[in-house]
């Protein structure tokens, strides 16, 4: 009898045991789990906004909150990351016909080729990346990509359609013929002035236009040979210093002034065959060679893009092509400075 009582009060506190050991097991696989789960929440709540992907387009994720990305300015964001500007961009733009996208650049990719791409000038990819400090291209940097020529701008508060269309010298109309804009602009709105360069940039980018409009090209062409030390071609073995570019051009292709200002030379050089050196404001001069004609003279007062002369392939050269160069206070300067 008192064998059975002891047998059974052992067996109901084993299985109290039993009972209690899962209820703890219970506990702490529950409270792991919660802990997890709060951890992903944290992790999702504090994760930079991501657009989704499809095919070559960036999509805005339906399920994501970008009204906080929304407060902040097109520049800001396109300082953090591009993927995100373009969501940003595409929520904020009025353009009708421009649409946008990234590019990834690529090996041996640079600004001026994006452009030439697709038709428009490097002023374009300017307009539309504000985070840009220089025109160097990063391989693997991301960039925005517009599908034709123009800038974009961003309303200021208290700014208005008049004041941007006068900034951009353009007409009210312009703008509206290019973007949907209803009964008022509103602050953070985005507009694409079709055709026109970009108008309000950062510090370093203004520094970099102000010495662009010094200057024009004398004739539109490809570059076959830049600025620097380089073999001599018809010499081998020997390198000189090659003090400006060489742009490719047949026989007889009219040559532009690219500035204002006094012929102080005009004739033939061993080196340059016949060439001409106009001079300056601010102490630049710009030379042109291997010319087939010349058709200013010495002490002549020429404009802007006035056809000065027509190129050849006079002097030492390999071939048809015009050599420029740019000088301030006799210093030679890079002509890719000031022609972009």
């Not at 991301?142 to 961003?154: A, D, K, L, N």
């Not at 001409?276 to 404009?303: A, P, W």
């Not at 390999?318 to 002509?335: D, E, M, W």
Request: aromatic residues 10%; contains cysteine; positive net charge.
């Amino acid at each position: 009898m008192l064998d059975s009582f002891i047998k059974k009060h052992l067996k109901n506190v084993s299985l109290q045991r039993v009972a209690v050991l899962f209820a703890f097991i219970a506990f702490v696989v529950l409270t792991t789990f919660a802990g997890i789960l709060l951890s992903a929440g944290d992790s999702a709540a504090n994760a930079p906004l991501k657009p989704k992907a499809s095919g070559n387009t960036l999509l805005a994720d339906s399920k994501q909150d970008y009204s906080e990305l929304m407060n902040d300015s097109y520049a800001d964001v396109c300082s953090r990351d591009m993927e995100l500007a373009l969501v940003y961009l595409n929520k904020k733009s009025l353009a009708k016909g421009a649409k946008f996208s990234v590019h990834t650049v690529k090996n041996g990719e640079n600004f001026w080729g994006l452009a030439k791409k697709r038709n428009y000038t490097i002023d374009t990819i300017v307009g539309c990346n504000p985070q840009f400090q220089n025109l160097t291209a990063s391989l693997g940097e991301q960039v925005i990509i517009p599908s034709v020529g123009g800038t974009i701008h961003q309303v200021k508060a208290g700014e208005t359609l008049k004041e941007i269309a006068e900034a951009y010298n353009v007409t009210e109309d312009y703008i509206k013929q290019y973007n949907s804009i209803g009964f008022r602009l509103k602050t953070g709105d985005i507009l694409f002035i079709q055709g026109k360069k970009p108008v309000f940039l950062n510090e370093d980018m203004a520094k970099l236009f102000a010495t662009r409009r010094l200057f024009r090209s004398p004739l539109a062409g490809e570059y076959t040979s830049l600025i620097g030390t380089r073999n001599d071609p018809l010499i081998q073995g020997v390198t000189k210093m090659h003090n400006g570019v060489d742009i490719r051009a047949k026989i007889g292709t009219w040559v532009g002034a690219a500035a204002a200002g006094t012929v102080t030379e005009a004739g033939f050089g061993n080196g340059y065959g016949y060439y001409i050196r106009i001079q300056h404001d601010n102490g630049y001069s710009t030379l042109y060679g291997h010319l087939s004609k010349i058709h200013v003279k010495q002490g002549q007062r020429v404009k802007a893009g006035q056809l000065i002369a027509k190129s050849g392939n006079t002097g030492r050269t390999t071939g048809p092509h015009l050599h420029f160069s740019i000088f301030r206070n006799g210093a030679v300067k890079n002509p890719l400075d000031y022609l972009w």
